[in-house]
């Protein structure tokens, strides 16, 4: 009798429910275009990703499988290690003085001091509107060894010029980290200037009445008022810059693997070289997978480390 | 001790004042100089020969081979065949991705049916994982199907974003109550009706940001042609441009590889200067109210 009703009681709710997915179609219909191109072009790529990671294979012929193989060469692969140090040190030295430049154009802006305030921010955005090959090819001529702007610049003012691209490769890093600055300091400006905005002016008022200046306004009030925002501009350009791929890429196009001693040679790059050049794809299958991880992990570390910032979903 | 700091800052002067803000404007221009110094030296390039620009000083006033540079250009790339498949890959893609993640938005924020929850909380996952970890087999997917050389593989696999629906659902949900969608119910309008005649027409400042946004972000991609598109006749502009640079005669003529970046730069900075506003509020839109 029991299991009688236990079956009436399912059959209920499952027609129930059958009747809610049927008053409900018209979103199921407005939702699918997502979930069907997911299911090819992201679910079907990551599941099968993950086995290739544990093949060899070129992309024709018999798929081998290799077990852990590809993931032990990856940590012996001293290109691989290098080009993660790589990522790293690009990341934090162009994020650093991008942030402070940002900082301090958001808070001249914001003081009232500077008329025009619109027009500014529009001249320093409008580098982030361009595209970055564009942009990498400006970039590329003004580091010209002998006929570039930069070095023009220098030898009129008595220093050495510079060799952007030869040497021990040192100047390969600097060359795509000005580029990224230049390149990004216009969006975060505008973006911290929208945080100030959102500023009680009475805070200001009341400081000024006490006597601050313009720097002691900035370190007391609009510094510690700043900090979440600024945390969520750094988690969101972080999987970009961990990514990193067409500022080395293009900039280094001329020669192979990143440049003189692998100097400009990113994760993405090294990625891209070994799975779209050389046709290892179970090698770089394996190395998105190891990319993934340490980004989960870095990320997992930033939440910790400074919280969810309020305000965020 | 902070107070007896900030007295002293009391006997400031109108002439520190003057002074202070002297330096502040200073500071700017010397930003707005560094910004624009780029562009103003890209367009310079693009009026010059080789012969001018590999020359002690280097060219720092326009020259005379624009037009030259222009026919040069088309002598290595179909450059207007290229501005059109930017075109069209930009357009398309932007007006699929307003219009799915508008209906996708819409019913996650107003419909409660069975396995919502369950399936927005997979949406966002979706967008925690690297487009890397994809890259390899999304690259033999869209080989398989035979979209190498076509437009479609940019296309499609971006007519739709879940970054696009949740930000279209916050918009929803901020700004169109569910009663308003019971009485166009009960007046007897079709589901259908309800979505692209009354609720499409409300989400117009959500469609203008998220289709900044996506055009873009499309215009501008690089990686993802590079990947798929191996023939000149079909590559957006960014590739082509790099096609352009790898070419062995023209590839090293700066005043040529100039001439179309800035061409092909020139749409989009217009289109900015014209609504810079609208521009920088849809591109940060993502980073404010994410």
């Known amino acids: ?313 | 001790m902070m107070s007896a700091r900030l007295k002293t800052r009391q006997s400031r002067t109108a002439v520190g004042q003057a002074l202070s803000k002297i330096i502040l404007y200073v500071i700017v221009i010397i930003g707005a100089v560094l910004s624009f110094l780029p562009f103003y030296w890209m367009l310079v390039l693009a009026t010059h020969s080789t012969q001018t620009i590999f020359h002690y000083p280097p060219p720092l006033l326009p020259g005379n081979h624009l037009v030259a540079n222009y026919l040069n250009m088309l002598k290595v790339i179909p450059f207007w065949k290229n501005f059109l498949n930017s075109l069209i890959v930009a357009s398309v893609t932007t007006f699929l991705t307003l219009l799915f993640c508008s209906m996708g938005g819409y019913a996650f924020a107003i419909y409660r049916f069975p396995g919502r929850n369950q399936l927005f909380s997979l949406m966002l996952g979706t967008m925690m994982v690297p487009s890397l970890v994809m890259l390899i087999p999304w690259f033999i997917v869209i080989s398989r199907i035979g979209w190498i050389n076509d437009l479609k593989a940019l296309i499609v696999p971006g007519a739709v974003s879940a970054f696009g629906i949740f930000w279209m659902r916050q918009y929803v949900l901020a700004n169109i109550s569910a009663e308003l969608v019971d009485a166009a119910r009960v007046d007897g309008c079709s589901e259908f009706a309800i979505f692209f005649r009354i609720i499409a027409p409300l989400l117009k400042p959500a469609y203008g940001a998220l289709g900044i946004m996506t055009f873009m972000g499309s215009w501008n991609a690089f990686f993802y042609p590079l990947v798929v598109l191996k023939k000149v006749e079909v590559a957006t502009l960014p590739l082509a441009l790099q096609i352009l640079r790898g070419d062995p005669y023209r590839g090293g003529d700066y005043g040529v590889l100039m001439f179309g970046t800035a061409l092909a730069m020139l749409p989009i900075l217009i289109a900015f200067w014209a609504a810079s506003r609208q521009f920088i509020s849809g591109l940060t839109a993502g980073a404010l109210k994410g």
């Not at chain 1, 070129?58 to 993931?71: E, S």
Request: with cysteine; hydrophobic share 55%; proline share 4%.
């Open chain 1, 1 to 313: 009798m029991t299991s009688v009703a236990l079956t009436q009681a399912r059959a209920a709710k499952v027609s129930r429910l059958w009747r809610e997915v049927k008053r409900n179609w018209v979103a199921y219909v407005y939702i699918s275009p997502f979930y069907i191109l997911f299911a090819v072009f992201g679910f079907f790529p990551i599941v099968f990703s993950f086995y290739l990671s544990f093949t060899s294979w070129t992309g024709y012929g018999q798929m081998d499988f290799r077990g852990i193989t590809n993931y032990i060469e990856l940590f012996r692969d001293k290109i691989f290690l290098i080009s993660f140090w790589n990522t790293i040190v690009i990341w934090v030295a162009a994020h650093v003085p991008m942030i402070l430049i940002a900082l301090a154009l958001a808070f001249i802006l914001n003081s009232g001091l500077v008329k025009l305030s619109r027009l500014f921010q529009a001249i320093y955005f409008t580098p982030m509107v361009t595209s970055s090959v564009a942009v990498a090819f400006v970039f590329m001529t003004m580091y010209g060894v002998r006929f570039g702007l930069i070095n023009y610049v220098l030898t009129s003012l008595g220093l050495q010029p510079i060799d952007w691209w030869g040497g021990t490769g040192f100047w390969i890093k600097p060359a795509i980290i000005l580029l990224f600055v230049w390149r990004w300091t216009g969006w975060n400006m505008v973006i911290y200037l929208a945080g100030l905005q959102g500023i009680d002016a009475e805070l200001y008022d009341a400081a000024k009445i006490d006597g601050a200046s313009y720097p002691q306004l900035f370190r007391y009030i609009a510094l510690p008022l700043l900090k979440p925002i600024i945390l969520f501009s750094l988690i969101l350009s972080f999987v970009g810059g961990i990514t990193i791929f067409d500022e080395p890429y293009l900039l280094t196009w001329m020669q192979t693997l990143g440049g003189t001693n692998y100097a400009g040679l990113t994760m993405s790059l090294y990625l891209y070289t070994e799975g779209f050049q050389r046709g290892h794809l179970g090698y770089a299958s394996a190395m998105a997978y190891v990319i993934c991880f340490i980004i989960v992990i870095l990320s997992a570390v930033n939440i910790k480390l400074f919280g969810r910032p309020a305000g965020s979903a």
